[in-house]
């Protein structure tokens, strides 16, 4: 499978940019890159010329588009998705949406102990309105993040074996989608 990680976080130092490299190392067997998002601008329509994106948008559009699969990794910002991920994904769903029917996984991880459910929620709500074909269980949220990374990755031993086991049956799931 091609799988695209997708950051919330522009932060050079996220615990959820670290979770994404994370998976690079679980998903064995596999192709896995994670997307820069940091460079597109704020969505506006005014920078869409005869269905033409700006270059940047383009080069993120293609990437989702090649990929089987996506693993998004979300902060919560003021208890709602961070403003990057959306603006990424606003300029993914412009027509023609380069999300519809893909198979996406969501993680997140947060200091404190809610481990981003409040992000997660919305971000279902607007991918299920854009026909992103979602994984429902297990759900991952990584609270308390400070004890559990080092290094730019996650060590805790019993969330790195939960994370490895999400990314099985979340293989699994994109695989069957794939197949249709
Ligand atoms: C604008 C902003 C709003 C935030 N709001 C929340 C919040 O609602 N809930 C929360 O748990 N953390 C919140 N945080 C703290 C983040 O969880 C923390 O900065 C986290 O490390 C961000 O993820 P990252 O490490 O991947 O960058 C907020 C941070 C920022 C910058």
New binding site residues.
């Given amino acids: 499978m091609k799988i695209l990680g997708i ?3 522009l ?1 050079k ?5 670290a979770l994404l490299h994370t998976a690079a190392t679980l998903l064995q067997g596999h192709e896995f890159s994670i997307a820069e998002i940091g460079d597109l601008p704020l969505i506006n329509q005014d920078l869409e010329q005869g269905g033409k994106f700006p270059a940047q948008v383009e080069r993120f559009r293609s990437e989702v588009l090649a990929a089987d699969a996506i693993l998004f ?1 979300t ?6 998705i ?1 403003a990057p991920l959306k603006n990424a994904i606003d300029w993914a769903s412009r027509p023609a949406s380069t999300l519809a029917h893909k198979a996406a996984a969501i993680c997140g ?4 102990a ?1 481990g ?1 459910s ?1 992000a997660q929620y919305p971000l279902r709500q607007t991918l299920g309105v854009l026909s992103v074909q979602l994984l429902g269980q297990p759900e991952v949220f990584i609270g308390g ?1 400070g004890a559990k990374f080092a290094d730019g990755k996650l060590t805790e031993a019993g969330t790195l074996e939960f994370f490895g086991k999400m990314l099985a049956i979340f293989t699994a799931f994109a695989e069957r989608v794939k197949l249709g």
């Fill in positions: 950051s919330g976080s932060r130092a996220s615990w959820n940019t990794a902060p919560e910002y003021n208890a709602s961070p991880v947060s200091p404190g809610l981003t409040r993040a």
